[in-house]
């Protein structure tokens, strides 16, 4: 396994803690669990093939490129991002937890 889908499957898995917070929790609306629901079913795809599927890139009329494409954006530009966002989202999620 490379460490793209490494830290895609972990990604996704805290998307999909988050979508099952978020519904238990009766947080958000149905358009939030529908977009963190097709984050994780779009990183679980790119973790188990390592790719997204075909379809998927033809479907979205190439707005979604290859991750072979020399444009696209480096991995060690945007999964810093991610994770720092990630980072950022827990620590805010914690203090506020801490004064309620």
Excluded: H, K
């Excluded at 609306?29 to 629901?37: A, C, E, K, N």
């Excluded at 188990?48 to 033809?58: A, M, N, S, T, Y």
């Excluded at 979205?60 to 720092?84: E, K, Q």
């Amino acid at each position: 396994m490379t460490t793209n889908r490494i830290i895609a499957c972990g990604l996704s898995t805290v998307l999909c803690a988050l979508l099952c917070w978020s519904i238990f929790t009766n947080v958000g609306d149905l358009r939030t669990w529908i977009l963190l629901g097709t984050g994780t079913a779009l990183g679980i795809l790119y973790t188990i093939f390592g790719r997204l599927p075909e379809w998927i890139v033809d479907y979205s009329g190439g707005a979604i490129t290859d991750d072979d494409d020399p444009s696209n954006i480096s991995p060690r530009i945007y999964l810093p991002t991610i994770i720092g966002a990630i980072a950022l989202a827990t620590i805010a999620l914690f203090v506020g937890l801490r004064f309620i």
